[in-house]
């Protein structure tokens, strides 16, 4: 732009296309010298905008007086538009008012001096020089600064949905796990306390037993990993029946202490339960407080067979409608060396994140049992689950 300028100024000027008379006795070739400056500008017109406008108006005044060329006025024009566009926001606020202002004195000024109506353009060419390109700059910039805004928005966006897959993908991972533990540690604990019996007791009818209770809970374990796997392959959306009919629910508590009752016999250990849902009416409860329930009292009998000591094993169920659904599992506390089966130490996380989810409380830890008739220590879990009156109709 620099040597295209320079250049149309230089075959101007050798063909003589002066755009007016020189002023106040200047040399016409100090035009030439307007032209070299402005040509110069035009290099700074990104780096240095402010710069490249303060010496392009210098510029433009000399080529004034001196007769003037049409290429120097242009590049003048170009110098304007650019520190509106490249130049901070206080160049890019001030430079169009100024332009207005300017324009405004050039046309009001030498009315009132000449007296001629002919005066006017020169208003309407300062406006053409300066009004012009600044406005098309200020366009010009508002539309970039609002793609800019948009490509930080659409940034935003993705990051923001990129987070929240990355928190979907950790709590589904964290839900699989809590399943998976559920289902699976109660049925392995119980083979794996069943195992160490049979290879400790001499006793081939004890052997046959034990034998048992593990084909049993092994069959029942591949059942409820055949049970997850068909849930996590499925395609129908998460409230379709046939996962219902698959989710467990308090009306299978009976089966699941029986179960108990099966693996824990060798340990002296005994099962009861009280469930008290009816004096609520009988009113079905929702599916995630019922699965959450079960599955805090599958994960209690579990952690009962692997710790506690002989004794019984105390299952209530309490809820009166329009309160909370609450679960208490008590077992006798007692020192052993060690558990009866390995664990992984994840049950009472995965019961406290469950109880967590629906905003409910969760205690768990050894108490002085003699409010139970026991004298002794026992392990008391306990969990608190909300549950609308509304739910409770539906």
Not at 59 to 73: F, H, K, N, Q, R
Not at 88 to 113: E, K
Not at 225 to 231: C, S, Y
Not at 372 to 382: H, L, S, T
Request: hydrophobic content about 45%.
């Amino acid at each position: 732009m620099a040597v295209g300028g320079l250049l149309g100024g230089l075959l101007l000027w050798g063909l003589g296309l002066h755009s007016g008379r020189p002023l106040l006795g200047l040399p016409p070739w100090l035009g030439l010298v307007s032209l070299a400056v402005m040509s110069a500008t035009e290099l700074l017109r990104r780096t240095a905008p402010r710069a490249a406008l303060g010496l392009a108006t210098v510029a433009l005044a000399l080529d004034v007086c001196s007769g003037g060329l049409i290429a120097t006025i242009v590049m003048f024009t170009d110098i304007v538009y650019a520190a509106v566009l490249y130049g901070p926001p206080a160049t890019a606020r001030r430079v169009p008012v100024i332009s207005v202002l300017l324009t405004v004195v050039a046309t009001i000024v030498p009315v009132a001096i000449l007296h001629d109506p002919q005066a006017l353009l020169l208003g309407v060419g300062v406006g053409v020089i300066t009004i012009s390109p600044a406005w098309t700059g200020i366009i010009i910039r508002e539309h970039r600064n609002a793609a800019r805004a948009a490509r930080l928005e659409a940034e935003q966006t993705a990051l923001l949905a990129e987070m929240d897959r990355t928190q979907a993908i950790v709590a589904e991972r964290a839900r699989m796990a809590r399943e998976l533990h559920d289902m699976v540690a109660n049925h392995l604990s119980a083979i794996a306390i069943h195992s160490t019996a049979a290879q400790t007791i001499d006793d081939p009818g004890a052997t046959r037993e034990a034998l048992g209770v593990i084909r049993e809970n092994s069959v029942q374990g591949l059942a409820e990993m055949r049970r997850l796997i068909g849930l996590l392959r499925d395609a129908k959306p998460p409230g379709e029946a046939a996962e219902a009919q698959a989710t467990p629910t308090l009306d299978g508590l009976d089966a699941l202490l029986a179960q108990a009752r099966a693996n824990g016999a060798s340990s002296g250990l005994t099962f009861t339960l009280e469930d008290t849902r009816a004096a609520g009416g009988g009113a079905r409860l929702p599916a995630p407080v019922e699965l959450a329930a079960y599955r805090i009292v599958q994960e209690s009998l579990t952690n009962a067979l692997k710790h506690a000591a002989s004794g019984e094993v105390e299952v209530r169920i309490d809820h009166g409608r329009g309160g909370p659904l609450t679960v208490r599992v008590t077992s006798p506390f007692g020192d052993r060396p060690g558990p009866r089966a390995p664990g992984s130490g994840a049950g009472l996380v995965g019961m406290r994140e469950r109880i967590a989810l629906l905003g409910g409380c969760f205690e768990a830890g050894p108490e002085d049992g003699a409010d139970d008739g026991r004298g002794g220590k026992v392990w008391r879990v306990r969990a608190t689950l909300p549950v609308r009156e509304e739910e409770e109709e539906r």
